[in-house]
């Protein structure tokens, strides 16, 4: 009989669903695996296409992003009495949200219980400092809990050592072979600058406006959507709204130059997606970030806006390839799975 694993995770969306669908994707014939998700603005209609029809979706009514104490109880009640009726054999939490409901529930013996940050939430510099400490001291009281953590990236395995010693990591991946469909004679043909992602505080569209504004003769389109969109003000700036990913896989193709101004990260898909197909990346100098680009190896890395535009003019065409080369190298789902497999697997520490 196979081995039961229920995912659950709040932010069903964006760069979380992508890593989810690669994950259960490749493990969905050795395991019977359930996800328990919460829906978010992003969170595409279609989930079902995403995932092979063995993998069961059930949507809990009452995850919310922000805390809410009285949905956020229902919440947890409605995890628990789930879990109670699948009784999976290993237990997995992604991100912020189901991580701190998640860890508050108490298991059965035997079950094995792991924890994804990406991103954590109290590495956010612009928060005060009451709210980074009630964020810090919730994943450190919640990290004496005996829930093993995965980090994403090394950087955010550095910052989980903060809060718990009961942590390693495996670099998030993409599927190539899914990817190369999307490639045609149009790929990097148009100067155009894209970014993907929500539109709030963590993704620093404050930011990606000022480099905007500085460039008024370059069009900029953000692929996303979220409560901070009317702080894209630049003219030349385009927001497309939530697209299908086919859809937005489809659309970037053309554009030569992606961008990243994120405060932190865990390790973002949409970067290694970028540079599988060949874009000139420029991220901001952050966690999750600086994991997967050698500044002027396989992209850049800028800290101000002014760096950003002392790079993008001397920008190198073949920094491209480079990031191509490195994610064939560094970033397979292969490997992915591999780790994923040998942790699921061995006992659990004490």
Known sequence: MKKKIVHIVESFGSGVLSYLSDLVSGLSDDYDITILYGERQQTPKNLNDYFPSTVKLIKIANFTRN??????????VEIRDLLRQIDPDIIHLHSSKAGVLGRMIRYKKGQKVFYTPHGYAFLNETDGRIKHLIYYDAEKILGFRNVE????SKSEYLSSLKVTKHSKYINNSIDTNKLDTFFSNKSNTQDVIF????????????LFNKIAESMPDMKF????????RSLLTANNIEVTGWLSRETLLQKTQAYKYFILTSRWEGLPISLLEAMYFKKICFVTNVAGNKDTIVDKVDGYCFNTAEQFLDDFVSRDASLGLAAHQKIQKEFSRERMLGEYIETYERYNHD
């Open 195 to 206: 970014t993907v992602g929500r539109i709030d505080e963590q993704k620093n569209p404050r």
């Open 149 to 152: 953590t995965i980090a994403c």
């Open 67 to 76: 805390i809410n104490p009285v949905k956020d109880i229902k919440a947890t």
């Open 221 to 228: 389109i953000w692929f996303g959507d979220g409560n901070q």
